[in-house]
């Protein structure tokens, strides 16, 4: 990589200097449009350069020569076109129309490179900023909840944010920020990153991939991608700060601020959020939801040191600290439990000629774990655990665009992972580690205005698997203005984790333990995906058919619970486990297999009516049948049926946003084997927002409006399956400053 850079930038010595491109945004009538954000992409590497009008319609970017899509919005309007530029003088008109619905969103996780969301030939969901404000929610696990065919269970902050994709389980969705991993060890923690410890403030959107990503984005991405996009300042100076509170003493308190200065952009995003414990049984010892504080910050800065050259860094940080109590083996005990992650990623972007483009990137992230179980009420001592995670990643993208419809990418990854900690894996603090090195080619070809084709394909070299290919085909039938039809076909490859091969965990809260196994061998999935989209000025409608096949899927078996050093020995043998996994006697103990070939197949159906621009009706539905092959039985923590709807209702002129919001749940399986099921619920969230003059805005949300909780809390011995607390209040206060050459 290091010697492409070098060799990158020796080519850029001789390059011509970068024009000013001015633009104007003008409405039907021909007028200038204020305030109108303008994104300007390079067709070649997807990169985004952003600025805002002025009150004359106007702005100007400094950028090379190339072939560029402009995009122009505000709030109600919205235009688009091409062009090449090659140092024009005259500005670039851009007319913007209204627009009822709202507008297809660019996103970059379903290709790894900037296009319209409608253009896409797998199904990329994607919720944006606005969309995320008129929620009042602070969370990315809130966020996702609401996308059709992703599943999110709800509870406090303390439950896992997890998600399922399509009926797929969070072990096989890669999880990213700005395109790069997040780590939490998930590999140790059932296979889901905790999305409720990532603030949805920082960011300008969440893109959802569905389906098998793993020959754009590597074996994680089996599943679907989550990517969740930073946000960037279009103005000289902007800043804003937010506070809420609410029910169980939540506090979310943030601050950020940003601009842009000529080769300049910079954004820096910091806050705090606290809630307190509860349960939801009246007496009981035990807390479903800790006592939480947490805190987190993220400063990323671009300059552009020549019109062809720009290097971008990033660093993001958290702390989180819980305090809740449990009942163990030997009682009841206090839990406390602080993690905390640090990122830092180093981003090249180099423009070799108006066609070509090179972008490299050095990764480096950590998490840290620590936990204290104390007794309560004994004199036995506390129990001390860690987890620690390390990720190095480098990467390299070359992309070309041959003509206007026809892009060429390619690019190599390195990355090494390792996991150590005290009672979580073999080898404790001197832990385990893996290596991979990956090259992929992804062609994305508009034969003419009808048909797009996209080919791809990824060859991972893994250090304990060796070489795994998978390959990836799909297109998009632009039938008239109208209708777009979609389809792809890809394959996943998954090497097991280092949790997966390596666990050795007794649970000290519960009296269950988990052993890795490293005889397993890695997944692979097929995934078919075939949808429609219908568009008009007032009204859309999508459906989408998906199949995902997984074999040899990896998952944890309960194998008994040994009394004696021979029980144990036998289920040891009889996985192949070595003795040095060194086990317990006395608890229920799994063992991680390959013990499943499974499907998840179904269809998705979401539209969106405009009766007025004030008043918008929206809403998805999604049936999945998910069944293990081998026995026929269903597959458990998954609902039939599952379906949203939303009414959003505006006065521009008074400054009011309103929505009303339901989701809705079937029954779910909660053991295959036994046949048992969660009981079908549904979820109504209200939200009114009234904006006020200098960059003022209140807001009250009420989420679980009907204050559903678990049915089986009612029974004579209360019981739960969903840690709903019920109903909830947020109030809160926003203020938005923007400066303007």
């Known amino acids: 990589m290091t010697f492409a850079v070098a060799a990158a930038l020796s080519l850029i010595v001789a390059a011509a200097h970068a024009a000013t491109l001015k633009i104007a945004a003008v409405d039907a009538a021909g007028l200038g449009v204020n305030a109108a954000e303008v ?87 994607a919720v944006t900023r606005e969309q995320m404000l008129t929620t009042g929610y602070e969370r990315v696990s809130d966020v996702l909840q609401e996308i059709p065919g992703v599943l999110v269970r709800r509870g406090s902050t303390s439950t896992v944010g997890g998600e399922q994709i399509q009926g797929i389980d969070s072990r096989q969705v890669l999880v990213l920020q700005d395109g790069l991993p997040i780590v939490g060890a998930r590999g140790i923690k059932s296979g889901a990153l905790n999305l409720n410890r990532q603030t949805s403030d920082r960011l300008s959107r969440v893109e959802v991939a569905k389906g098998s990503g793993s020959a754009i984005y590597g074996s994680d991405a089996m599943g679907g991608v989550i990517n969740m996009i930073t946000r960037e300042p279009t103005a000289p100076f902007e800043a804003g700060v937010s506070a809420s509170g609410g029910t169980l003493g939540t506090l979310d308190i943030r601050g950020d601020f940003g601009g842009r200065r000529g080769p300049l952009t910079y954004f820096f995003n910091v806050g705090g959020n606290r809630m307190d414990s509860y349960t939801l049984i009246p007496g009981g010892p035990t807390t479903v939801g800790p006592d939480l504080r947490r805190r987190d910050g993220l400063f990323k800065a671009r300059y552009r040191f020549h019109p062809k050259f720009a290097l971008g860094f990033t ?95 390619g690019g190599v990854e390195w990355a090494q992972n390792l996991y150590r900690g005290a009672n979580r894996l073999v080898g404790d603090n001197i832990g385990q580690q893996v290596t991979s090195t990956d090259t992929w080619l992804q062609d994305k070809w508009t034969v003419n205005r009808f048909l797009t084709l996209t080919m791809g394909g990824r060859v991972t070299a893994h250090s304990l698997f060796g070489n795994a290919a998978v390959p990836k085909a799909g297109a998009i039938v632009k039938l008239n203005d109208n209708w777009i039809l979609r389809g792809s076909f890809g394959l996943g490859f998954r090497a097991p984790d280092l949790g997966q091969l390596y666990f050795r965990f007794a649970n000290p809260a519960s009296f269950y333990q988990v052993i890795g196994n490293p005889n397993l061998r890695p997944e692979h999935s097929r995934t078919f995906q075939a949808g429609a989209l219908y568009r008009r000025s007032r009204y859309r409608f999508g459906a989408t058919l998906f199949r995902n096949d997984i074999r040899d899927l990896i998952d944890s078996r309960l194998t008994g619970t040994p009394r004696t050093a021979a029980e144990l020995n036998a289920i040891l043998g009889a996985y192949g486990v070595p003795a040095f996994f060194n086990p317990l006697l006395g608890r229920q103990t799994f063992v991680y297999v390959n013990q499943a070939r499974i499907f998840t197949q179904g269809v998705e159906l979401d539209g969106e009516f405009a009766q007025h621009r004030n008043l918008r009706f929206s809403g998805s539905y999604t049936f999945l049948n998910a069944l293990d092959r081998l026995t026929r039985l269903g597959l458990p923590q998954r609902h039939r049926h599952h379906g949203q709807t939303r009414i959003d209702y505006s006065i521009p002129r008074w400054g009011l946003t309103t929505n009303l919001r339901g989701s809705f749940y079937s029954h779910w399986l909660l053991n295959a084997a036994t046949g048992t099921r969660g009981l079908p619920f549904r979820i109504w969230d209200a939200y009114a927002g009234k904006d006020f003059r200098r960059g003022f805005q209140t807001f009250l949300a009420v989420d679980n409006l009907n204050n559903s909780r678990d049915g089986k809390l009612a029974l004579p011995v209360p019981t739960f399956d969903r840690p709903d607390y019920g109903r909830t209040f947020r109030v809160g206060l926003r203020y938005r400053f923007r400066h303007s050459d």
Do not use: M, W
Not at 334 to 344: E, I, R
């Open 39 to 125: 994104r300007v992409r390079h067709r070649a590497s997807g990169q985004s350069t952003l600025c805002t009008t002025d009150r004359t319609g106007s702005c100007q970017i400094d950028l090379p020569p190339g072939s560029y899509a402009l995009e122009a919005s505000t709030s109600d309007l919205e235009g688009r076109t091409t062009i090449d530029f090659s140092g024009a003088t005259q500005p670039v008109k851009v007319t913007l129309d209204p627009r009822p619905l709202r507008s297809a969103v660019t996103v970059v996780s379903g290709s790894r490179t900037e296009e319209l969301q409608e253009e896409s030939p797998t199904k990329v969901e």
């Open 315 to 409: 660093a993001n940080a958290y702390h989180n600290r819980e305090v809740g109590r449990n009942l163990a083996e030997t009682g009841l005990v206090s839990g406390l439990a602080n993690d905390s992650t640090q990122n830092f990623a180093l981003v090249a972007d180099v423009v070799l000629d108006s066609a070509t483009t090179l972008q490299a990137r050095a990764y480096s992230a950590r998490y840290d774990e620590n936990n204290l179980t104390t007794p309560i009420g004994r004199s036995e001592p506390p129990s001390p655990s860690n987890l620690n995670e390390r990720l190095k990643r480098l990467d390299a993208t070359l992309s070309r665009l041959f003509s206007a419809g026809h892009l060429l990418q």
